[in-house]
Structure formats: structure tokens, C-alpha cells
């Protein structure tokens, strides 16, 4: 059972649009959602991460949009550029009650920006 | 540079053999946690430990076991190796046991033969 579903699989923008990327999850104890940053040949490296007390966060051209009832997630990057170009996850981790902290991720987006 | 450091950066091996990958994490973090990436499987959690004690378990196999030491450093144990255990392996820590931001490290990359 997938818990986090993330789209669309790849995606490709101009340079100086914005690139959107979605995910939605299932289990309702999760309440905390992370998106992570991927190059090739290197570690996830954490974006920006919201709870789900607040319903947007901007950090610089990254925004995360939520919508509890919806279940949904989202991750706007304005302005985007070449450099943008890597894989995105999200992810998800909350307390279930058995201690369960482990991030659940997104199967990821391949994003490429065209110069 | 996330401050969290593993190696070996790479390991080649056969089937059958047990492997460890270690993991030393942030200055003052006290959760380790431990990530295998696949193509097929993506991004999995395998398990987490907070100060040297075992805190939560993730699609972890039995043939797989880790631990974490006293200076916090944790290792990975990987044991009858198979094909499909190959995969990037990730280690992540945190400052806190719970749901918060866990900074990865640049992973190992393993390979079975």
C-alpha cells in the first residue's frame, strides 16, 4: 500500500516558470511533510518541510501549499532554473502510536528546466 | 554538506556475504535512521534509532540488523546477501526522536554479484 502518492513522474518546464509538483497521502496520523532534493550520485538534502497547523510556507522561490481535508500536498518552485533540475520527493512521518518516525516518500519527480 | 558522513561510499560483494555500512551523524543529533533506495522500491525506511536504543522499525529484513554505539555512530549489518539487495543505502539523522527534519548523508552504494 503506497502510502504517499507523488505526480506527476517527470516533468519539464522553461526556465523562469514555475514548477509544481503534487502529492497525496492516506494515513491521517501522519503531521509532518517534508520535500527533499535529489542530484545524481548524491543524499536527499531537505527543501522545506510544513505541519499541518499552517496551510503555506514560502522559503525564497520554494513554497509548500497543504490541504488537510484534502489530504494534498504541493510544491511550487517560482522562477525556476537549470540548476532546479534534479529529482523531488516528498515525504511524510507523524506519530502513529507505535513510534513510528521513519520517513514514508513519494516515488519521486524527475524535473528538467530548460535553459 | 549535510554534516552526516558514511562509508564506504561504495562496496562490491557476492552473494551469500554479510556486509557493514556505518553512519556518523550531526554534531548533537541522537536519531540515526537508515534509508535503502531502489529503483523498484524508491526510497524505503528500514529503522531508527534515538541515543543507542531502537525506536521505531520500518520494511526492514530480517537478514538486515543495525545498532547504534555510545558515540552515536550506527552500523548497518547486511547478512546472505542476495541480487536484490542491491541499492543505494542511506543514513539520516535527526536532532530529536520524533517527526521532525532528518538531514541524509551521501549514501553507500551496494552492489551484489
Known amino acids: 500500500q503506497q502510502q504517499v502518492k507523488q505526480s506527476p513522474q517527470s516533468l519539464i518546464v522553461q526556465k523562469g516558470g514555475i514548477s509544481i509538483i503534487n502529492c497525496a497521502y492516506e494515513n491521517t496520523a501522519f503531521d509532518y511533510f517534508p520535500w527533499y532534493q535529489q542530484f545524481p550520485g548524491k543524499g536527499p538534502a531537505l527543501l522545506i518541510a510544513?505541519?499541518?497547523?499552517?496551510s503555506e510556507k514560502k522559503e525564497g522561490r520554494f513554497t509548500i501549499s497543504f490541504n488537510k481535508s484534502a489530504k494534498q500536498f504541493s510544491l511550487h518552485i517560482m522562477d525556476s532554473q537549470p540548476g532546479d533540475s534534479a529529482t523531488y520527493f516528498c515525504?511524510?512521518?507523524?506519530?502513529?502510536?507505535?513510534?513510528?518516525?521513519?520517513?514514508?516518500f513519494g516515488k519521486g519527480t524527475h524535473l528538467i528546466i530548460q535553459p | 554538506d549535510s554534516g552526516v558522513t558514511q562509508t564506504p561510499k561504495h562496496l562490491i560483494t557476492a552473494t551469500g556475504q554479510r556486509v557493514t555500512l556505518r553512519c556518523s551523524p550531526r554534531s548533537g543529533d541522537l536519531s540515526v535512521y537508515w534509508y535503502q533506495q531502489s529503483l523498484d522500491q524508491g526510497l524505503q525506511f528500514l529503522i531508527q534509532?534515538?541515543?543507542?536504543?531502537?525506536?521505531a522499525k520500518g520494511n526492514i529484513l530480517e537478514r538486515f540488523s543495525a545498532q547504534q554505539f555510545p558515540d552515536l555512530h550506527s552500523e548497518l549489518n547486511l547478512s546472505s546477501l542476495e541480487l536484490g539487495d542491491s541499492a543505494l543505502y542511506f543514513c539520516?539523522?535527526?536532532?530529536?526522536?520524533?517527526?521532525?527534519?532528518?538531514?541524509f548523508g551521501p549514501g553507500t552504494r551496494l552492489t551484489v554479484t
Open positions: 515525504a511524510a512521518s507523524g506519530w502513529s502510536g507505535g513510534g513510528a518516525d521513519g520517513l514514508t
Open positions: 534509532y534515538y541515543n543507542g536504543e531502537e525506536r
Open positions: 510544513i505541519r499541518p497547523d499552517v
Open positions: 539520516a539523522s535527526s536532532e530529536l526522536a520524533g517527526a521532525g527534519e532528518q538531514y
